[in-house]
């Protein structure tokens, strides 16, 4: 049976989606106090959340009737997330936190484009007002920090991690009817974990975080943005319109950013107050819709 977006208030739904935001946006953060390469970075974090989710997966899975296992769309899902934290954990080498967190966040022009193909959802005007509106607002951000002047390659590795994370969200989003939540993200942890671990070893990199600095960083990306943050989502994208979803996860930019200015010294550019207001605009022009279903 489809879970119903009625099944709970909408305002518990929107509190659970705003945790996760929070909890997401400590990533970029955690993935710079890590001293070891991308690939590893991206492995532990799916792959420690992996290993937690197994046991409560399990139990859940045991109470309910089995059901053939999707495969393909499953490792799809984990191919697609594996590719969005290796592209995006990436371009934190060469990008500053804000320019980074931004550019991956431009998911929700990519679900625009994407949906109607993919999951079936119509575009509408109040919709795509909404998203362009916050697309707009968080363009703001990158150019005032001199996004030009990084590096090309960082730039193109965080939009491919926004491209990937959009086709999870819509390939999750089909598989809401299929599968338990907590099997879900166990089966595409886990799935992402094999190609992380496939492409690190590929790359010729070490695996083991090298001092226990790293080895806890490690452990708080696993347990708080990926765990904690990237589930409460896959919670949210189930329950509520992908766009809405990926739309609000444009404030990721704007708290990431204020992180990296308190414990990394990168202060926030002027033009985050001036995108806040608009991202937020875009964000209630969506919501509003969503307040008007049966």
Known sequence: MEPSKQALPFGHSAGLLGLGILAVSTGALLVRLADCPPLTKAAWRTGLAALILVPFAWRETSSRIQTPLPWKPCLLAGALMALHFAAWITSLETLSVASSVLLVNTTPLFVLLL?????????????????????????????????????????????????????????????????????????????????????????????????????????????????????????????LPTGVVSLAVLLEPVFATLLAAIFLSELPPTAVYWAAPLILGGIAISTQQERSLP
């Open 115 to 239: 949906s109607p193909a993919i999951s079936g959802e119509a575009r509408n005007p109040r919709m795509l007002l909404g998203i362009l509106l916050g697309f707009g607002g968080a363009a703001l951000l990158p150019i005032s920090t001199g996004l030009g002047g990084g590096s090309p390659l960082g730039a193109i590795l965080a939009i491919l991690g926004a491209v990937a994370w959009a086709g999870y969200a819509l390939v999750g989003k089909r598989l809401a009817t299929r599968l338990p939540l907590l099997k879900y993200l166990a089966l595409t942890y886990g799935a992402a974990t094999i190609v992380l671990i496939l492409l690190a070893v590929a790359n010729g990199d070490s695996l083991l975080p090298p001092d226990q600095g790293t080895l806890l960083a490690l452990i708080a990306l696993a347990l708080i943005p990926q765990l904690v943050g990237h589930s409460l989502l896959n919670h949210s994208i189930r329950r």
